[in-house]
């Protein structure tokens, strides 16, 4: 076996952690944000949006804020892995895996999820993975992360907004405990949100609000 052959190997069960973010984490999330948009390009037509809408990036201010606040968490590679997947990137004829490979010399980070606090729910605003990372259960870490932090903070329920129609979306939060929440038990601040990201150039009926329970620390089986 090569060395690149063990590299392609390891990346396909990629070592990472799931850790809160630093200030020095966040230059680097819109590439990954930009990245993660480009897998909704072929939905564009159904979804009625611009190319530079779907490319429109969190708000530095806000990630500044929830990193202070500690609502922003990161999936980051750890040492052993970005070697490895550097020399995998030495033999690849893909640009966006040898991109990712040197951009990982300055930052680990291929994952983020930020959430806002709401009074009675926590709600996700934003989660992203770098597609050379897809599919590695590092999407699935990123939210039980911050649904543990919810749960910490005594939160009882995760919110959250997406894509109806986009394949993978709904069934990817299902497969986490989530559920579609009907638009008449929305609470007002979900309203709100859900108003927000129509002014924004959502179209509502083509989005989801979904909801995950949560026990709070009292409630947890010991």
């Known amino acids: 076996m090569t060395n690149s052959d063990l590299a392609n190997r390891f990346v396909d069960s990629v070592a990472y952690e799931i850790r809160l973010a630093n200030t020095a984490d966040i230059p680097f999330l819109a590439d990954i944000e930009r990245a993660a948009a480009q897998q909704f390009l072929p939905y564009l037509d159904w979804l009625e949006i611009s190319v ?103 939160f009882d329920q995760v919110l959250l907004t997406t894509f109806r129609k986009v394949p993978w979306n709904i069934p990817f939060y299902q497969r986490l405990g989530f559920e579609v929440l009907p638009e008449q038990i929305w609470a007002s601040e979900i309203r709100a949100i859900v108003e927000y990201e129509t002014r924004y150039g959502f179209a509502p009926e083509k989005r989801a609000v979904m909801r995950r329970y949560l026990l709070r620390e009292e409630e947890a089986p010991s």
């Open 52 to 154: 530079d809408l779907l490319e429109g990036l969190t708000n530095i201010g806000f990630l500044l804020k929830a990193q202070a606040d500690r609502r922003l968490w990161v999936a980051d590679l750890t040492d052993s892995a970005i070697d490895l997947t550097a020399d995998s990137a030495k033999g690849s004829t893909k640009g966006s895996t040898t991109d990712s490979a040197r951009n990982l010399a300055l930052s680990p980070v291929v994952g983020f999820v930020v959430v806002k606090h709401l009074l009675a729910s926590c709600f996700i605003v934003e989660l992203d993975v770098h597609p050379d990372y897809g599919r590695l259960g590092i999407g699935s870490a990123l939210v039980n992360a911050c649904c543990q932090g919810a749960q910490q903070r005594n």
